[in-house]
T-cell receptor, first 113, second 114 residues
Framework: GENVEQHPSTLSVQEGDSAVIKCTYS??????FPWYKQELGKGPQLIID?????GEKKDQRIAVTLNKTAKHFSLHITETQPEDSAVYFC????????????FGQGTTLQVKP | NAGVTQTPKFRILKIGQSMTLQCAQD?????MYWYRQDPGMGLKLIYY???????DKGEVPNGYNVSRSTTEDFPLRLELAAPSQTSVYFC?????????????FGPGTRLTVT
């Protein structure tokens, strides 16, 4: 079955710097890759996603890139702000497969003011 | 819309006890999911449902049961609670089909088994 590895497990940056979180997946049939943000005491919330027919997607300060050949995808956050501090999860899915997501282990991002 | 709601927020169980974690959504989503979140392990899928009367196992189903008698509700049953079931449990729901794959999560239930 699908396996998703996420690195790093913790990341600390200064406010205004960029942050990059990387994930690799094992199943070449996976074609949907979302990123979720989880704030303390809350459930995860989707922040951006990408499908396998696209190499990059941007939404203001966040972007996701996908390399299907290498089976890895990354989350990029520019101009980080203290409110970006949270746990970030990547996931992989086959869109025809009932929407089941396989999640990475999570990255705790700390943005220091 | 309330979105996805979960009760209780916290619960302490003794080994061998049973309980039901409640989950409800008011978005008319056909797909619903139960995950558990352990520290440093991400979220693991326990069970999922693609509609009323249809459920299936996820990655870690042992020790749990589910039912889906209505579109809105998807309770998770723990029988004979064990310390290994200490975790935070999240329920989620999503639309059917491939156009919108976002999963909407509830606030979670923190369960401790001692």
């Amino acid at each position: 079955g699908e396996n998703v590895e996420q690195h790093p497990s913790t990341l600390s940056v200064q406010e205004g710097d960029s942050a990059v979180i990387k994930c690799t997946y094992s199943d070449s049939a996976s074609n949907y890759f979302p990123w979720y943000k989880q704030e303390l005491g809350k459930g995860p919330q989707l922040i951006i996603d990408i499908r396998s027919n696209v190499g990059e997607k941007k939404d203001q300060r966040i972007a996701v890139t996908l390399n299907k050949t290498a089976k890895h995808f990354s989350l990029h956050i520019t101009e980080t702000q203290p409110e970006d501090s949270a746990v970030y999860f990547c996931a992989a899915s086959i869109t025809s497969n009932t929407g089941k997501l396989i999640f990475g282990q999570g990255t705790t991002l700390q943005v220091k003011p | 819309n309330a979105g996805v709601t979960q009760t209780p927020k916290f619960r302490i169980l003794k080994i061998g006890q049973s309980m039901t974690l409640q989950c409800a959504q008011d978005m008319n989503h056909n797909y619903m999911y139960w995950y558990r979140q352990d520290p440093g392990m991400g979220l693991k899928l326990i069970y999922y449902s693609v509609g009323a009367g249809i459920t299936d196992k996820g990655e870690v189903p042992n020790g749990y049961n589910v039912s889906r008698s209505t579109t809105e509700d998807f309770p998770l049953r723990l029988e004979l609670a064990a310390p290994s079931q200490t975790s935070v449990y999240f329920c989620a729901s999503s639309y059917e089909g491939t156009a919108n794959l976002e999963q909407y999560f509830g606030p979670g239930t923190r369960l401790t088994v001692t």
